[in-house]
């Protein structure tokens, strides 16, 4: 009879994954495809599918059955789905369909409004949607419930163990230690661009980065690179992972960076266990493990001089004009410290700088002290006072992510969750095994990868993200590897 | 209580079009972008959707409703869409739903077999999912059931009133007309093909067939064009019609004319009446009016001297080697005839022998007579004789189409009742409106676009397909004014 109740579970997430997955597609055509007059549609149908879903997981039986299911599984494995099958279900009946479908629409609408929005940088465009959508934020957290802060029933669906005053504290700390090393680092002499002055044609660029993501590992025979606006990654089906990438003629290194990012999100996705597809287990833990994943091929591996090393001859060869730019030149080039509007273009110094003028004012949003026509003047004060100078226009300030406009607010902060947990899984895989740094030396990433496979990917979902990191490093994540690292890294006078 | 049954019906067909559309473009993204190692949990996905669809649209209320609607409902929409309701329920509620699922499954497989079968020209690695795509599309016919031939009941799936039969002496009598054409047509002197020699850009030829497609009507801002090895066109949402088609860099008239037929199923997609999405009158007719809307664009329009006497200074533009042709050289240069392997590259008059083998092969395979094992070797038997060279390989032969492998059986005979329809839907326009001729003369497509969406497109699917045709025209269509038009083209001599 348990038995019996488990395997129903285990039958229900399959085919919750298969359509989820398919929904995963629409989301992704969505933001690489779709015409232009095809998004009501689209609203309509994923609007019907997230409500096909809730229906599906909030039946009575789902309930019974994972009230059975208690009595008789035994493996880790199991036990570890059922933890994450009860909270999935207890919080998708604390939401009326009504939210859901409503909440599935608007993101819809809200991200074709602020596509418009941040090319005209007008805010007042898009303050209707994001309204909306606050407001229908506001309502899930009522829903689902809170011990401290509204805000936390939002970080929770992203980053489980995770919370406003935990934030507040991780994410103040980091900043008190990054003002010495940003103030250093921004100040000193910089590399003369015109070294690196373009034209960097798009199809050489997109040949050197499929050879530098294939040699980090990703395989392409289970994924693909696509262009985007918005560079996201989206594991979509057990062998189909779709990164996207956006093309500056002038800077090579914008698409590179990009794509050694998702490749890292990429490579997490490739690597989690297909035989768990459909079983919570099978999926990722979290955002700030994901990231973590993310920033260490983007920053920890390809901003390395050791990378550099090993790539200088490729880029070489795309790029004819690179000639006679050593490996050291490139990596001062692309370690450069600036204050800077956009945080997708931010160094390792100052990123952190954009996401805690983020998470603060979602904090303010959700405590009720920031009203939505506020943002933009509240935006634009902030940035002032961290970075020392004033933001020209909207779409440079409060437009440039598109996070809000898909309804994700409690995202932000663990995008320096990720940095932290990056520096930290870094440092602890180069002092377990010494065949990583030597692999580093001659572009052989496979004993890194391996290490992350091991100790990351394969175990899904089982753990909780802090126990994940305790599991796979013997202590919990703290700021300071990423501190030396960027001190090692950044200051060189 | 009638009132109720029939919305009944009109919301549930709203939510199976919602997720039909999805699974378009679940098809769709598997014949463009898919990555290899992506295509088993694709069949998955398919197999789901398919059998969730049958249960949904097979539940015994839907047959209450049914029953009960026809009480009530006046309107000829409300009747029409009645009667397509009743005809699918009851070829629905005919399968088993293990046989729908396995059909779904089997055929992403064999596509994805006879893709590596035709790259290597290798039948063998294709005659096992070919071999069970038959098994399955005989049972699905079994259980439809048909009066004289099996065969009828895959081709009532596609050409609603068509039968083997009709179709045998249809063609057979096609064939008689077009027999002394092509003798003499492809004895015509042949143009200097030097003359039009590459390379011809993909950007380029990208940028032209963008013109023209927006010339004669197609919306990008509801549609797109991409790249895949079968050019196909896909009507996945009322505002996203989505094309593809191949680059030859050494002829440009190979994706123009792919993408003027494929823009031609567009224009018809985009002109169904939005607001009938959902209802059975919302979709199109069938593959044999929908082709005639393909190859008039194709072959009415773009093969004819008034569109080339627009088109060249674009065409020059765009391949500055082109200067010196003149429009009569064009013209003479896509309208030659010539005995070739490949249907879709084949000329007007010798287009339909290449059907009428097709036709040949499938009703021998579905009288029993034909084993799959030996349909290479009827093929190469048949072409020889048809044709008078023989079959080389089997990529040029009986692997060159994707429609088998898709287990379409019964749609090769809708191409030439679209080259039948598309001829006497011109002919009766040219009469009916002087507008249109002088408009294809100065490049305004528009007065051929509105007689076509007042009398085809907007009519959706509330006449059968010869109804239709006679609403339209007066009459039912006949091959006269297909072998006019090919005489008047192809004898110049």
Known sequence: MSATAYDNLKQ?????????????????????LLPKKGIQYRAEQ???FSGWQHDRFTAPEVGEWIAEAGDSIESQEEKANLREWKH?????????????????????????AWTEARQKSDFSLFAEPLTKLIELCHEQAECWGYEEHLYDALIDKFERGAS??????????????????????????????????????????????????????????AGRIDTAVHPFCSGMAPFDTRL?????ENDFCSSLFGVLHEAGHGLYEQGLPKEWRGQPIGNSVSLGIHESQSRLWENHVGRSLAFWEQWMPRAIHHFPQLMGLSAEDMFAAVNEATLSYI?????????????????????AIFSGELAVKDIPGEWNKRFESYFGFPVENDSQGCLQDIHWS??????????????????????????????????????????????MRQNIHEK??????????????????????????????YIRS
């Open 12 to 32: 229900l997430g399959r085919e919750l994954q298969l359509v989820g997955d398919t929904q995963a597609l629409l989301s992704w055509d969505q933001e690489v």
């Open 46 to 48: 994923m609007s019907w």
């Open 88 to 112: 999935q279900y207890e919080q998708e009946t604390r939401l009326p369909k009504r939210l859901v479908q409503e909440f599935a629409e608007t993101r819809v609408h809200a991200q074709s």
């Open 164 to 221: 406003t005053n935990k934030l507040t504290s991780t994410l103040g700390a980091l900043r008190e230690q990054l003002i010495p090393i940003v103030e250093e680092a921004t100040n000193q002499p910089k590399f003369d661009r015109s070294r690196l002055s373009g034209p960097f044609p798009v199809e050489a660029q997109q040949a050197l980065n499929q050879e530098v993501a294939e040699a980090i590992g990703f395989d392409f025979e």
């Open 244 to 248: 996207t990438t956006r093309y500056d």
């Open 343 to 363: 945080r997708v273009e931010s160094d390792e110094v100052t990123y952190d700088l954009h996401i805690l003028l983020r998470f603060e004012l979602e904090r």
């Open 406 to 451: 898909m309804g994700i607010f409690g995202y932000f902060p663990t995008y320096s969750l990720g940095n932290i947990n990056a520096a930290h899984l870094m440092k602890t895989a180069l002092e377990d095994d010494s065949a990583i740094e030597t692999g580093l030396e001659k572009g052989d990433y496979s004993p890194l990868l391996n290490w």
């Open 460 to 489: 899904g979902s089982i753990y909780l993200p802090d126990d994940l990191i305790v599991k796979a490093t013997g202590k919990p994540a703290d700021a300071s590897a990423l501190v030396e690292h960027l001190q090692r890294r």
